[in-house]
């Protein structure tokens, strides 16, 4: 059986009707930016995630950018972050104008380590920025910790993590200020990009409101230098559709990575394992074997469709040469990157589907050894 990394087309057919009619409000409505859809999702979208406040975004990146700059962090700046993740976590304290500074991980969840970013901060550091990858959320009541104890502003990266929850609390809200995508791909995501900020103050939601549509307080009037990062209404209304049903989309995740390591417990595989303190949501179900090239190659050759997220760690991306320590390394990330393997999973994934990639795993393995 040919089993698609991800399938598009199955979630579109799932919802069509209601999307549809989504779709249909907003062009019936002739509003199409900063209208009623994007102010029900912001209300929506708060309420879901146990914030007070949601300011949509363009995108996850620029969400992150935005909240640096709202926090005052900018050039001559550090901000600690993962070495792990998408590039765009650390493309966005680029944007910011500060310098990504890169902590090594713990590798029980591959998020950052609290003691590796206690050792990152110096007297540059502005603020914290882990990120909750692959849905599991990283260890914050340390990193709350030695944010407080260096006076920093601690913001989520939970662009992977909608609803996954750090000791029964939601996380993006936990710290007061959070940021998510909705990039395709995403537990919940639009039908291109788009983008939040959770946030509990509400001057920073202000300011951040103001920073999104040009910097202005009034129309022509712009006070500060912003940039064009609005949420259209036909992606926020996409989005409420989704919000509806992400909890159900949730838990199916989490039956099939429960189906994927009952099955695959005893291979040679390194699994995820969740932490007793978290809830994660799966957005990724992220395997480790030592010869991940050629498993990857075997799958291929079997209709099963992966990718690996992330093959390069950030502190060796070219993009971010300028900022390489070149005396130090990251153990953990440096091995973990050579061994990645994401599976598919995705809520419209059937358990045929999954137990298909279970076999062709298990054949896999048997030929490489």
């Keep these: 059986m040919s089993v698609p990394f991800v399938d598009f087309r199955a979630r579109v057919g799932a919802h069509r009707a209601e999307i549809e009619a989504a779709l249909g409000r907003v062009l019936d409505s002739g509003w199409f930016i900063l209208g009623p859809e994007g102010e029900a999702f912001e209300r929506e979208l708060a309420a879901a995630l146990g914030a007070k406040d949601a300011v949509g975004m363009a995108n996850g990146t620029e969400a992150i ?12 700046d550090e901000v600690v972050t993962s070495p792990l993740s998408a590039a765009f976590t650390a493309l966005a304290v680029l944007r910011a104008g500060a310098r990504p500074v890169f902590a090594d991980l713990d590798p029980s969840t591959l998020n950052v380590a609290p003691e590796a ?9 502005r603020a914290l920025l882990p990120v909750h990858l692959y849905g599991h959320p990283a260890d914050l009541d340390p990193l709350l910790a030695i944010a407080q104890e260096h006076k920093l502003p601690l913001v989520e990266d939970a662009c992977q993590a909608h609803f996954a ?6 996380v993006g809200a936990l710290s007061g200020i959070g940021c998510l995508s909705f990039y395709p791909t995403k537990n919940l995501g639009a039908f291109g990009d788009g983008g939040a900020v959770l946030v509990d103050d509400s001057v920073l939601a202000a300011r951040l409101r103001r920073l999104r549509n040009g910097g202005q307080s009034d129309r022509y009037r712009h006070e500060v230098a912003g940039i064009n990062s609005r949420l259209d209404e036909l992606q926020a209304a996409i989005l409420r559709v989704g919000l509806r049903h992400l909890g159900a989309w949730t838990e199916r995740r989490r039956t099939l990575a429960g189906l994927y390591l009952r099955e695959l417990e005893g291979t040679p595989l390194s699994l995820p394992r969740e932490q007793p303190w978290a809830l994660s949501v799966h957005h990724l179900f992220v395997v480790r074997h030592p ?6 190659a075997a799958l291929s050759e079997r209709g099963i469709g992966t990718l690996i997220h992330y093959p390069i760690p950030l502190h060796l991306q070219p993009a971010f040469a300028a900022f390489r320590d070149r005396d130090r390394r990251r153990p953990v990330v440096e091995t973990a ?7 598919p999973l995705y809520p419209e994934l059937s358990d045929e589907q999954a137990l298909a990639v279970v ?9 490489l050894g």
């Design 65 to 76: 950018q935005l909240t640096l700059e709202s926090l005052g962090v900018g050039p001559g």
């Design 117 to 125: 970013v206690r050792r990152a901060i110096t007297a540059k550091t």
């Design 165 to 170: 929850r750090y000791r029964g609390r939601l």
């Design 291 to 296: 010869k991940r090239d050629a498993l990857r």
């Design 337 to 343: 990157t050579a061994e990645l393997l994401s599976l």
């Design 359 to 367: 076999a062709s795993l298990r054949e896999a393995l048997r030929e």
